[in-house]
T-cell receptor
Framework: TQLLEQSPQFLSIQEGENLTVYCNSS?????LQWYRQEPGEGPVLLVT?????EVKKLKRLTFQFGDARKDSSLHITAAQPGDTGLYLC???????????FGSGTKLNVKP | NAGVMQNPRHLVRRRGQEARLRCSPM?????VYWYRQLPEEGLKFMVY????????ESGMPKERFSAEFPKEGPSILRIQQVVRGDSAAYFC??????????????FGSGTQLSVL
């Protein structure tokens, strides 16, 4: 059972375009994290969102946590080739014993 | 200021052999998580350990898989009598406290296990 569904699975865009990727669940999470993973490497944490409705910005990346804490989105403005990678969302269980990961969105930004 | 260290990076085993994957957490971290990743997929939780204790192993297969995190030395994920379906990337992550809203996981570069 996949607790977190990410969409789209694959996204190929031109440099300079904007994009949004989504992370949805029927479960409520105590917190939600976004990671970026490059081939052959482990995921690297980008942001943690905790409060329903919370919006966080990291340069050209904007992260939003849904009001009900079941879904999240990541918006990238003016994408660059360096943004290429696998974007994973992860929800924390109630006792924070584990993080459930989505299957990821593979982003390719063409120069 | 070393991060999470995993070795080996690549491990090739024949069916029926044993695989031992090692993970040294970041300095000051006493919580270790193991995840498994298949190509084009996300990470699947396997086990969460603190020093000398298994806290949550709900993601571990009941047979052939075991994990430990001794008082001294790295955490070990052990797979006995490997089968082709065990081929995957295995990632270790560590954290300082293991709890809290803003707990951060730091991942190693993974071990790619290939079973021939």
């Amino acid at each position: 059972t996949q607790l977190l569904e990410q969409s789209p699975q694959f996204l190929s865009i031109q440099e300079g375009e904007n994009l949004t990727v989504y992370c949805n669940s029927s479960s409520v999470f105590s917190s939600l994290q976004w990671y970026r993973q490059e081939p052959g490497e482990g995921p690297v944490l980008l942001v943690t969102v905790v409060t329903g409705g919370e919006v966080k910005k990291l340069k050209r990346l904007t992260f939003q946590f849904g009001d009900a804490r079941k879904d999240s989105s990541l918006h990238i403005t003016a994408a660059q080739p360096g943004d290429t990678g696998l974007y994973l969302c992860a929800g924390a269980s109630r006792n924070f014993n584990k993080f459930y990961f989505g299957s990821g969105t593979k982003l390719n930004v063409k120069p | 200021n070393a991060g999470v260290m995993q070795n080996p990076r690549h491990l090739v085993r024949r069916r029926g052999q044993e695989a031992r994957l090692r993970c040294s957490p970041m300095k000051g971290h006493s919580h270790v998580y193991w995840y498994r990743q298949l190509p084009e997929e996300g990470l699947k939780f396997m086990v969460y350990l603190q020093k000398e204790n298994i806290i949550d192993e709900s993601g571990m297969p009941k047979e052939r898989f075991s994990a430990e995190f001794p008082k001294e030395g790295p955490s070990i994920l052990r797979i006995q009598q490997v089968v082709r379906g065990d081929s995957a990337a295995y990632f270790c992550a560590s954290s300082r406290t293991g709890t809290g809203f803003n707990e951060k996981l730091f991942f190693g570069s993974g071990t790619q296990l290939s079973v021939l």
